[in-house]
């Protein structure tokens, strides 16, 4: 549903509980109870319900996650004109949902990942707005990236699975797939957003 | 007054703020979806949904008070 109308169907939720609120005589007729009861209790709800599911929705989105200033080198970081780059790699080549290329790699595929996601997300705000902003080349993640997130979509892909570096040595694949070897921290696939050294980097131009 | 009377304008009373509660909360989740930003997400979530709740909650108490026995 476009936002426009769930913005629309929340302030006409709004004006009607209000209207019933200065017409609360109205309570007094069967009618009204029964208006006072969609106005107060039904529309409410479900105007809080689709504006949480627009809000959640948003929340996946680039936009959102580069909105905060500190995050810009982060976006810039998927034009980088290098394929060795994960994150430019997989945005650029639309490996990644574009609009959603943040919350795509940066989820946990677990049951509860998108809670634990926010969770995280609301500690992003508290050290935006209560915390001291780390330089941008100096943000961390909280835990070390797990090859769950790359293998939600990379196991048992033909071009992962038969790539000639997976089977350099006779485990390797198998150490991957459990775990115990990181994709991304082992020397195999270690530029990620590397935003350090963007003053240095070519950026693709997209065309439009 | 009679007890019917009085009974009836708390009721309305209950109501008039149950629906100032809930209007102030849409109010509030209309304005955090005009802008995509962590902070429209924040107030949606921690002042839109809790004004709506109690908003509601004080109405579905207006309706236990409007159900109650006049005397015993």
Same mark, same amino acid.
């Given at each position: 549903?476009?936002?426009?109308?769930?913005?629309?169907?929340?302030?006409?939720?709004?004006?009607?509980?209000?209207?019933?609120?200065?017409?609360?005589?109205?309570?007094?007729?069967?009618?009204?109870?029964?208006? $006072?009861?969609?106005?107060?209790?039904? *529309?409410?709800?479900?105007?809080?319900?689709?504006?949480?599911?627009?809000?959640?929705?948003?929340?996946? +989105?680039? $936009?959102? #996650?580069? &909105? #905060?200033?500190?995050?810009?080198?982060?976006?810039?970081?998927?034009?980088?004109d290098?394929?060795?780059?994960?994150?430019?790699?997989?945005?650029?080549?639309?490996?990644?949902?574009?609009?959603?290329?943040c919350?795509? =790699?940066?989820?946990?595929y677990?049951?509860?990942?998108?809670?634990?996601?926010?969770?995280?997300?609301?500690?992003?705000?508290?050290v935006?707005?209560?915390? $001291?902003?780390?330089?941008?080349?100096?943000?961390?993640?909280?835990?070390?990236?797990?090859?769950r997130? =790359?293998? %939600? #979509? %990379?196991?048992?892909?033909?071009?992962?699975?038969?790539?000639?570096?997976?089977?350099?040595?006779?485990?390797?694949?198998?150490?991957?797939?459990?775990?115990?070897?990181? =994709?991304? +921290? &082992?020397?195999?696939?270690?530029?990620? %957003?590397?935003?350090?050294?963007?003053?240095?980097?070519?950026?693709?131009?997209?065309?439009? | 007054?009679?007890?019917?009377?009085?009974?009836? +304008?708390?009721?309305? $009373?209950?109501?008039?703020?149950?629906?100032?509660?809930?209007?102030?909360?849409? *109010?509030?989740?209309?304005?955090?979806?005009?802008?995509?930003?962590?902070?429209?997400?924040?107030?949606?979530?921690?002042?839109? =949904?809790?004004?709506?709740?109690?908003?509601?909650?004080?109405y579905?108490? +207006?309706?236990?008070?409007?159900?109650?026995?006049?005397?015993?």
């Amino acid at each position: 549903m476009p936002a426009w109308v769930i913005s629309l169907f929340v302030a006409a939720a709004a004006v009607l509980a209000l209207v019933v609120g200065f017409r609360a005589r109205l309570t007094r007729s069967r009618e009204g109870k029964i208006l $006072t009861f969609v106005a107060l209790f039904i *529309l409410p709800i479900a105007a809080a319900a689709l504006g949480f599911s627009e809000q959640m929705d948003r929340a996946q +989105s680039r $936009t959102f #996650c580069l &909105s #905060c200033h500190v995050m810009n080198d982060y976006g810039r970081s998927l034009y980088i004109d290098d394929p060795s780059y994960i994150p430019a790699r997989h945005f650029q080549n639309h490996l990644v949902p574009r609009d959603r290329a943040c919350y795509t =790699c940066h989820t946990d595929y677990t049951m509860f990942g998108t809670v634990t996601a926010k969770i995280k997300g609301v500690r992003h705000l508290l050290v935006q707005y209560f915390g $001291t902003i780390p330089k941008p080349d100096q943000i961390k993640l909280y835990v070390p990236y797990n090859n769950r997130e =790359c293998l %939600h #979509c %990379h196991l048992g892909q033909r071009r992962f699975e038969e790539a000639s570096p997976h089977h350099k040595t006779q485990d390797l694949l198998s150490a991957v797939k459990s775990g115990q070897k990181s =994709c991304v +921290s &082992s020397g195999c696939h270690e530029f990620i %957003h590397d935003v350090g050294s963007l003053k240095d980097a070519t950026f693709w131009n997209e065309p439009q | 007054m009679s007890r019917s009377k009085m009974a009836s +304008s708390v009721v309305e $009373t209950r109501i008039k703020w149950a629906s100032l509660l809930v209007a102030a909360g849409l *109010l509030v989740q209309v304005l955090a979806l005009l802008r995509i930003h962590p902070l429209s997400f924040v107030a949606f979530l921690v002042i839109g =949904c809790p004004l709506v709740a109690v908003g509601c909650l004080l109405y579905l108490e +207006s309706l236990v008070l409007a159900d109650k026995p006049e005397s015993k």
